[in-house]
């Protein structure tokens, strides 16, 4: 992608409307990848061989000598095979026994005749427990029974996601955008402590209890104390259930007829023979039939989901976009049964028609707002799931609309649907599902369970863990960075008192202490693949300065953040799925980690040290770029203050380098693709902000522009330069640069009597934007601005200060180039001055 962004979905700076975040979601559904069910059951079982099977927890941070990223094994597609097969042939044996799947299908029945949403909820929880306790310590294949969950209704609410935006001053009563799924899964061992006179109970008991006594489970579910209350990290997945129309009785005729394999494979679009591998590295091509109408093409590839989605539950036409030469024609995963489906009944909608099941979403005054498709309101519940733990990998949500069925997948880099499936001539793939998700490890139910190990701060090793009510941030997709004081593990006084998951809310305080208040853990992201990490950005940053600039060094060196530990985490890799479905690995991410000293905002010095505080970066990272370091994302987030140890010297850093580029010495841009238009929107340089193409070279004085923009909110916040496109902000902040008055200070700088640097900061502003307003590559550049001459510029308006401890501190630094060399013997300086 070519804009690396964090996409908050409530409160960015106060400034998003619950109108902008519908939009948003809707525009990012339109570019889901559409995918089979079935090669997306076989992706998830690779997922879980790698993630569950072959590997030990202390192995998620690194890759077997000699693997590369994105390898899939043979052992794994081959795994991934066998175990999907020994699922189906399991599921068909259990729908074609009348004894064990009578039950079931009644309870289906009765919910897929039921005339609203309410009244085909609990018959349809009944048949899914039904499911569970038929297989429970069953094992299928080598897929071993994992954690005993139970389905219940989330009516009276128990989970909800939060308001899309809240006005501040707004009565909680009236917040607005609240959605809550239909159905979810906690563990039985959290039913058992909520209502603890039922801690003997078996599964079967539960599931006899529940459909009598669910308003009684759900009252304890809500009125549970903080300690034992629900959350959305209590749950592995969630359904969100739509009413269309009731089917009849014919519709519902399948359920009396034996289930084939081959048939059901063949509705599915899956024709491989059952002993057959599946080649997982092309796409899993699926061109729905009739109910869901698509343009032939030679390749279809993988579909796209268009909103809005036909009153069948199938999805509307879409371009192809997965390409490859593997991709077979295929009937599409809601392919009708010759035993009577009741697929044949349902028409397209008009895509001039809102579809149905969408709901209307009030303002704070009652006004009818936008509408949030069913596809939209699945994805509220997965980004709650993935905002449920600092260290949650993916979500997983069925939406079910009257008897179609559809699996969507959501991790850092997107979501992925499949098409639907009739859960009528369907059956079996029903069941699978539910088995599947049964035999769920904590690592397939998105909780990483990243092992930290050990670090090594001042002197000492030590395991730590993060607080369990530490979270990400509420993001549709990109880096969902985390940061906490983590917490040292120490020896458990008894057995009772280890630190597990389900004591974790009570076991942080007792258990552990807090590690160091000047020491930080970070999640450092989701980076693209592409991208180097953080902490090894910032550790070869560092091992050039001492190589290449000598008694300079410590202008980078201390400018620095100190970077204890830091860790990868590939083999959690939002790459791996894609390849298993044939998307490719492009945009792959891979979460990081560090644990560095922590630093104050540069927002908390004095008015009156500013000045020094911003030259202090301004020459770090000159000479950062000399050395090859791109930073590329400089905002007023990224400019912190380290204090000495003497609790009175004060050193500028410049941090956040999880998006910086490492290029060879002297070079002026990064070679490699996207960082042209990296960066954080509100200090972007106009330049990158107003090109969408990747024509623009990513320049020195792109960063430089930026420090501008973040001393200008240093002074002054612009909550309207967050939101919006690349292209309004561009339009806003440069509307904004003829607004400001240099002789109009803004009220904190009056109460600090700091006019003078309000009105140096806009006069560098406005010559700046007037005179350097593109790349040196666009015709109408009528002059070449040197690196020295944009520095004099903002030496000029920002005098670069004197410093009694370091009077060499003039401006002959700001012409001195690196020449483009190899890294150890470069050490030469030349100077631009005398070309």
């Known amino acids: 992608m070519l804009v690396e962004h964090q996409t908050l979905l409530r409160g960015a700076a106060g400034n998003t409307t619950t109108d902008d975040v519908v939009e948003y979601i809707k525009d990012e559904l339109g570019m889901t990848p559409c995918v089979g069910l079935v090669p997306m059951l076989k992706a998830l079982l690779v997922l879980q061989h790698q993630r569950e099977v072959s590997l030990s927890a202390s192995q998620s941070h690194v890759l077997e000598e000699g693997i590369q990223l994105h390898h899939i094994s043979e052992e794994a597609k081959k795994n991934s095979e066998e175990q999907f097969y020994a699922l189906l042939e399991a599921a068909v044996q259990y729908c074609n026994d009348p004894q064990r799947s009578a039950s079931m299908k009644d309870s289906l029945r009765t919910s897929l005749s039921a005339k609203s949403e309410l009244e085909r909820c609990h018959p349809l929880i009944q048949a899914l427990n039904t499911i569970l306790l038929a297989f429970h310590d069953t094992n299928i294949g080598e897929l071993h029974n994992g954690r005993d969950s139970l389905y219940v209704s989330n009516d009276p609410t128990i989970l909800r996601s939060a308001p899309l935006s809240v006005a501040e001053d707004a ?4 917040r607005y955008a609240i959605r809550k799924p239909d159905i979810v899964d906690p563990a039985k061992g959290h039913l058992k402590r909520l209502i603890t006179e039922n801690e003997h109970f078996t599964l079967a008991e539960w599931v006899d209890f529940i459909p009598h006594r669910q308003k009684e489970v759900n009252a304890a579910m809500k009125d549970a104390p903080m300690e034992k209350e629900t959350t959305w990290d209590d749950s592995t997945h969630c359904w969100e259930l739509k009413y269309r129309e009731g089917l009849e009785e014919k519709d519902l005729l399948p359920f009396n007829h034996e289930y084939e394999t081959a048939k059901i494979l063949t509705d599915s679009g899956e024709y491989k023979a059952t002993s057959s591998t599946p080649n997982l590295d092309v796409p899993s091509a699926v061109k729905p039939t009739k109910p869901f109408p698509r343009k032939e093409k030679e390749n279809p590839g993988v579909s796209r989901i268009e909103s809005p989605r036909s009153a069948s539950g199938g999805h509307s036409s879409s371009s192809s976009t997965g390409g490859g030469s593997g991709g077979s024609s295929a009937s599409g995963g809601s392919g009708s049964s010759s035993t009577g489906s009741s697929l044949g009944k349902r028409s397209r909608a008009s895509p001039s028609v809102e579809p149905i099941g969408s709901k209307s979403i009030k303002d704070l005054d009652g006004n009818k707002k936008k509408t949030l498709s069913p596809d939209g309101q699945c994805t509220l519940y997965e980004i709650e799931l993935l905002h449920s733990r600092w260290d949650r990998t993916h979500a997983i949500v069925i939406l079910l609309e009257d008897n179609m069925l559809s699996l969507r997948w959501h991790d850092a880099q997107g979501y992925i649907s499949t098409h639907p499936i009739d859960i009528v001539a369907q059956l079996p793939l029903l069941v699978v599902i539910i088995l599947f998700f049964q035999r769920f490890g904590d690592r397939m139910r998105g909780n990483s369970g990243i092992n930290l190990l050990e670090a ?11 607080p369990d009510d530490v979270h990400s941030g509420l993001e549709l997709k990109g880096r969902r960075r985390v940061t906490a004081t983590p917490l040292v593990e120490r020896p458990p006084a008894s057995a009772h008192s280890r630190y ?33 990490s953080e902490g090894f950005v910032v550790q070869t940053a560092k091992e050039r300065a001492v190589q290449l600039l000598g008694e300079n060094a410590g ?12 860790e990868n985490y590939p083999l959690f890799s939002t790459g791996y799925i894609r390849k298993c479905l044939g998307l490719g690995i492009g945009g792959a991410r891979i979460p990081s980690s560090l644990l560095a000293d922590r630093l104050a905002p540069l927002e908390e010095v004095e008015p009156d040290d500013f000045p020094l505080r911003m030259w202090e970066i301004i020459r770090c990272h000159y000479f950062l770029w000399q050395t090859g370091i791109a930073h590329v994302d400089i905002s007023l987030w990224n400019l912190m203050v380290r204090t000495a140890s003497d609790c009175a010297t004060h050193f500028a850093v410049l941090n956040g380098f999880n998006l910086a580029a490492i290029m060879e010495p002297g070079q002026e841009s990064p070679l490699k693709l996207g960082f042209e238009r990296a960066g954080t929107k509100p200090f972007m340089a106009l330049d990158l902000l107003s090109e969408n193409d990747r024509s623009i070279k990513r320049m020195y004085f792109h960063d430089l522009e930026a420090m501008i923009w973040c001393m200008v909110w240093f002074w002054e916040p612009q909550p309207e330069w967050v939101s919006g496109s690349m292209r309004q902000v561009a339009d806003n902040k440069a509307g904004a640069s003829l607004l400001f008055k240099a002789n109009n200070p ?19 502003l406005k010559v700046w934007i007037v005179s350097r307003p593109t790349t040196v590559e666009m015709v109408e550049v009528r002059q070449y601005f040197t690196d020295h001459d944009n520095l004099l510029l903002f030496h000029k308006h920002l005098p670069y200060p004197e410093r009694q401890e370091k009077k060499d501190w003039d401006s002959r630094w700001m012409s001195r180039k690196l020449p483009v060399g190899d890294i150890i013997t470069n050490t030469d300086w030349e100077d631009e001055g005398k070309n």
Do not use: M
Not at 171 to 174: E, G, S, T, V
Not at 456 to 466: M, Q, R, T
Not at 746 to 764: G, Q
């Open 555 to 566: 202008d980078v060196l201390n400018h620095l953040p100190d970077i204890e530990h830091f």
């Open 456 to 466: 090594e701060a001042n002197g000492k090793k030590f395991k730590y863990v993060i």
């Open 171 to 174: 009565p909680k009563a009236r």
């Open 746 to 764: 803004p009220e904190w700088a009056t109460d600090n009597e700091a006019e003078h640097l309000w009105t140096s900061v806009i006069r560098l």
């Open 500 to 532: 597990t998951r389900q004591n974790a809310r009570a076991a942080n305080a007792a258990d552990c202490l807090p590690l160091d208040d000047d020491l930080f853990f970070k999640l450092s992201g989701w980076r693209e693949h592409t991208r180097q």
